[in-house]
């Protein structure tokens, strides 16, 4: 028998459960009874539309199923399901981790909540995050054609963010270091000055994340403080694999503190910048996986993955042009919400 | 069998079997705060310490990795850096994987595997040393590297330390170190007894005793070998239990919850009392000094087998049986996962580019260059209360010693992070009087008298730079320097190479030397060699003839090490000092009227005086040998018809090769002179040059012989004259 490859998890975010996703589980998990099943009990006992109903809608509603207590429930059950249809026969799971709500989702494959309690931590931060604050997110592409990040054009924009920020009655901060992009978040204020004067990003336009708050920023001081107090620590425990935070941080088996990983998540976790890129580059050099999983719906946080292998040469990877030639080869990146891959990583 | 493999089969054996040591200690982890998550996050990093030890091996017989010299049976100096905060400076030997990899873990983002990995490998990428050496440190991580095996990273350890509580009282704002930090630095039980490391602790607890602070723990662990000769049992506790000055704290390498709580107390002390502590861990050597080293030369079967049965990682494993933080099962998960997963991280290390070039390898020997604070630009009246003591002679001619005082008050004045320090340097101002009232002016904490001890006294400079001052320190005598050359030759000009230009330690040390002092000589005085200079990579050596050049250089030479970060050696002829005359009696030309920052023409790195424009000759020389050929060249001139240039070579090293060239064009013939002995001294080097770069000129030189300098009349005799300049002069004009 061959030796099992060591991989890595990667649990995508928000934005990741589009028009093209609509059925999702209904198309790749009809067969699992559980988890799903009791993921819509519990919406059910809240009167809420069920995760089946929402996925076997008949057509994908932007103003429905974007929304954060909807979008955030559906992505988890995604994401959990994909996570339990990897092949373990061929796969060792090195260490998890993801991007901003993936972290719930990071929480739950790790093991470090259980799947109900991610759950129910997914559907309340979901819903706190909608009913929550003023704001939202815009996205910055900082890239060249080939995924390399313009120094320069970084440095520009950083500079011209934290000047806005600066202003009175504007907020705006990093949100997200997203590979070649950033998310930043702040208020309407800030995310209009951002938009109008935000100097050409060559690779595509800034981007309104549409129902997306704040995330990941001071601004979400009162999510945080809702969290704390909904969301019991003793529903954390020691995760079963590695799980790298949203700072680059490792959470080991057996080394992890629950109410530390609580007050992480609901706290730190909430109201800082969230570095995607350093997590996926710790885990990559810490970890050194024979392959990435990048748990589905959707396959956009690839793009963001692959721009973080490019810029510190991962695997020899200096450019877009390397990376799709090796995914054309032997993907390193296997992204289970893409049919022609999915079957690399399932039995 | 590899004795690492033996080790490691008999580690798996014993945890599968549960046959796991009774502890050392009856420390309860609950008892002194230690929770069990936090026992195996300790465990982790020593599993990750070990395991890379045998990969280590493994990839040196592979031909992939280059350095085998492990942690293994230090493992509990993770403890320590548990104890520690990521921001206290840590000065680590070379068993100190575990504590890096430990310390990583208190900031996010660490990725200390892959960075050593990429050590082991000596790539390019490696993040510390840019693939130049297999270093423990880490920039974000405040560890230095250091690359010493005989404890000389102690003396500067020792000044980081006592820099803290200077920057402290002086309020200085740009500081590097933290003013709550502590400073650690770690040896072995071998490497205590060397005089350096002797020396640091001396020093270290000579200023506490005084009440000065010295927030310092000095890590000794303390395997009792030194590559194969035993400590005698028992020699580090007693040395160390009660010496004046130096708290103690033993504690135990095998046992996980006394080395917490013992470097918990060391850092206690260190922290809260700012008291230096000498903290004793027992450990064990495991497999020999380095891949190399084959134990069973000089150490019994029984004697190894002794050692191998205390291996730390066992004893790690019954306390967590013990205490229930994890089962044997977990504790080899853990083993094998953490060896599988650094075979897979080193599998893509050494595939990282290697450096390929002479001009890579050195791009680091030249720190960066910096944008320091901006100095004060001290108001007329701040100066003119200054010098109000001076008032009537500042604008008279005077001698280079206080020439060089006053340069000191004005840029002490203009930049609030130098201080000043050697033996004596205080309310004596020195022994020639260099720092005159710099006491009075600047008080205790800047202007600081020191123990007579050199090692010490450089490494106050390096590691007060380390925290971001810049020390102007004396050696009272050049031939002091010897004793301690190897911090600047080892320590100091290493730093940046070593560092790919992360760390660096500007530093001015000052000191009096060479010949012709009237009435003394002797060796130890008047000593007459700079070859110990010479050679060093990147170091910049320093030596005016005259009072003006001396004032400008010595600015030239602070702003080399605000912004450059230069580590520089400026030496003053002792016999120039007073000296006032040049041709006759009263003649006053050796003197200069002091210039004021303000009026400052400053002297470049490696610019040349050049005094004429004769092309009969041209006479290349330095400090007294200047002095000396400028009287020649009025005897040549008057009485030869001889039409020469003397040219003043100011900076001895870099050499500036092309200036020189420039500088004698047009000359038919060269003389070099140097009053240092023939042999190592720059006269070497120059008349390489004109050989290589100058093959038509004709170049003789005239050196101090190969000799001792002797006391009194005879002090002279070994080196050149006035007389025997012109002598020699006249020779090549005569043919």
Redesign the interface.
């Known amino acids: 028998m061959a030796e099992k490859e060591a991989a890595l998890i990667v649990c995508p975010g928000r934005g990741t459960y589009g028009k093209s996703e609509l059925g999702y589980l209904k198309r790749f998990h009809s067969d699992k009874g559980e988890p799903i099943a009791s993921f819509d009990r519990l919406r059910s006992e809240r009167g809420q539309p069920t995760i089946s109903e929402l996925d076997g809608a008949d057509r994908f509603s932007p103003a429905l199923h974007t929304r954060g207590d909807i979008a955030s429930p559906l992505i988890f059950a995604a994401s959990y399901a994909d996570f339990l249809a990897i092949d373990r026969s061929r796969y060792d799971l090195a260490a998890a981790t993801g991007n901003s709500m993936g972290w719930y989702t990071t929480l739950a494959v790790a093991g470090a909540v259980g799947p109900e309690q991610g759950f129910r931590i997914i559907d309340a931060m979901g819903e706190n995050s909608q009913a929550g604050e003023a704001g939202g997110q815009v996205l910055l592409t900082l890239v060249d054609e080939e995924w390399k990040t313009l120094a320069d054009l970084r440095e520009q924009v950083l500079a011209l963010a934290a000047a806005i920020g600066a202003r009175d009655g504007c907020s705006l901060h990093v949100s997200i270091e997203l590979g070649g992009m950033i998310v930043f978040a702040g208020n309407e204020a800030g995310l209009a000055a951002l938009l109008a004067e935000a100097p050409p990003t060559p690779a595509r336009d800034p981007l309104r994340l549409v129902n997306h708050g704040p995330f990941h920023t001071p601004l979400m001081a009162g999510s945080s403080k809702r969290a704390m107090a909904q969301l019991p620590a003793d529903w954390f425990g020691s995760p079963e694999m590695p799980m790298i935070d949203g700072r680059g941080h490792i959470w080991r088996p057996f080394a992890s503190s629950p109410s530390a990983l609580h007050d992480y998540t609901f706290v730190t976790q909430i109201l800082e910048t969230y570095h995607f890129t350093r997590a996926l580059q710790v885990a990559v050099k810490e970890q050194a996986a024979d392959r990435i999983i990048l748990l589905g719906p959707g396959d956009t946080l690839g793009g963001a993955i692959a721009q973080a292998l490019i810029a510190i040469e991962w695997r020899g990877l200096r450019s877009k042009r390397d990376f799709q030639e090796m995914q054309a080869s032997d993907p390193f990146l296997v992204s289970m919400g893409r049919e022609d891959q999915r079957g690399l990583v399932t039995s | 069998m590899d004795a690492a493999e033996a080790i490691h089969q008999k580690f798996v054996a014993k945890v599968r079997a549960g046959n796991l040591p009774r502890r050392t200690s009856g420390v309860e982890p609950a008892d002194i705060g230690l ?4 026992m ?2 300790l ?2 990093s020593q599993v990750a310490s070990r395991q890379m030890d045998r990969l280590s091996r493994r990839l040196q017989a592979r031909g992939e990795g280059f350095y085998t010299i492990g942690s293994s049976g230090h493992e509990n100096n993770a403890a320590v850096a548990d104890a520690l905060r990521v921001d206290d400076m840590a000065f680590l030997h070379y068993r100190s994987n575990a504590f890096q990899i430990h310390r990583s ?1 208190k900031l ?7 960075d050593m990995l990429l050590s082991f490998a000596a790539s390019a990428e490696d993040p510390i040393s840019g693939g130049r050496h297999k270093v423990i440190g880490s920039k974000p991580l405040a560890i230095p590297p250091q690359t010493s095996t005989i404890a000389s990273h102690l003396p500067k350890a020792v000044g980081a330390a006592f820099s803290i509580g200077i920057a402290r009282m002086l309020k200085l704002e740009h500081t590097e170190l933290p003013r709550d930090s502590v400073v650690l630095c770690s040896f072995g039980d071998a490497s205590a007894n060397h005089s350096t490391a002797q020396g640091a602790f001396n020093t270290a607890a000579w200023a506490a005793y005084q009440g000065t602070p010295m927030p310092l723990i000095f890590l000794c662990e303390d395997n009792g070998i030194g590559i194969s000769t035993r400590t005698p049992p028992g020699w580090i506790g007693a040395s160390f239990r009660n010496r004046p000055g130096l708290d103690y704290v033993h504690c135990s390498g095998l046992d996980m919850a006394d080395a917490w709580r013992g470097a918990r107390d060391a850092a206690r002390i260190a922290r809260t009392q700012r008291r230096p502590v000498f903290l004793h861990m027992d450990c064990v050597r495991l497999y020999g000094h380095a891949g190399s080293d084959v134990q069973a030369t000089y150490l019994t079967r029984a004697q190894i087998e002794q050692d191998e049965e205390r291996d730390p990682l066992l004893y790690s494993a019954a306390l967590l049986v013990e205490q229930e ?2 089962s044997e099962r ?1 504790i080899l998960d ?1 083993y094998n996962e953490t060896e ?2 650094l075979a ?2 080193a ?2 290390a050494i ?1 990282r580019p290697k450096l390929t070039t002479s001009k890579d390898v050195m791009a680091s020997i030249v720190p960066p260059r910096r944008s320091p604070a901006r100095a004060n630009t001290p108001t007329p009246e701040q100066r003119e209360a200054l010098f109000e003591r001076d008032r009537n002679m500042i604008d008279k001619p005077q001698h280079m010693a206080r020439l060089l005082s006053w340069a000191l008050a004005d840029l002490m004045l203009a930049h609030p992070e130098i201080i000043v320090a050697g033996e004596d340097v205080g309310p004596k101002g020195g022994v020639y009087n260099v720092t005159a009232k710099l006491h009075e002016r600047f008080g205790s904490c800047r202007v600081i008298n020191t123990l007579l001890d050199e090692q010490s006294i450089l490494g106050l400079g390096i590691g007060a730079a380390h925290n971001g001052l810049l020390a102007i320190t004396e050696i009272q005598f050049l031939a002091y320097v010897h004793n301690a050359e190897d911090q600047i030759r080892g320590e100091a000009a290493t730093l940046s190479f070593f560092s790919n230009g992360q760390y660096t330690n500007p530093t001015i040390i000052r000191i009096a030397g060479l010949g012709y002092q009237k009435g003394f000589g002797g060796h130890f005085h008047n000593d007459n060699s700079l070859a110990v200079f010479r050679d060093i990579p990147g170091l910049i050596l320093a030596c005016p003839s005259n009072g003006a050049d001396a004032v400008e250089m010595l600015r030239e030479c602070v702003r080399l090490a605000l912004e450059e970060q230069r580590v520089i050696v400026f030496v003053e002829p002792i016999a120039l000092y007073m000296t006032r005359d040049l041709h006759e009696e009263g003649d006053s030309l050796w003197t200069s009227t002091y210039a004021a920052p303000g009026s400052a023409k400053p002297v470049r790195l490696g610019e040349l005086g050049v005094h004429g424009s004769g092309t009969d000759l041209a006479i290349i020389s330095y400090a007294n040998g200047y002095y000396l050929s400028r009287q020649a060249e009025r005897i040549l001139s008057e009485r030869h018809g001889l039409a020469s240039r003397v040219i003043d070579l100011r900076w001895l090293a870099p050499l500036n090769e092309d200036g020189l060239i420039d500088a004698v064009a047009g000359c038919e013939r060269i003389l070099i002179v140097d009053e240092c002995r023939r042999t190592g001294s720059q006269s070497e080097a120059l008349m390489a040059l004109f050989a290589e770069r100058a093959p038509g000129v004709e170049c003789r030189r005239i050196a101090a012989e190969d000799s001792f300098i002797p006391l009194g009349r005879a002090a002279t005799l070994t080196l050149p004259s006035r007389d025997s300049i012109v002598a020699a002069a006249l020779e090549m004009v005569r043919g």
């Open positions: 929770s069990r998550e936090a195996v996050e465990f982790y873990k996010p983002g660490q990725t200390p595997c892959w933080a994890l977990d853990i599988a997963t897979r991280v599998e893509q595939a």
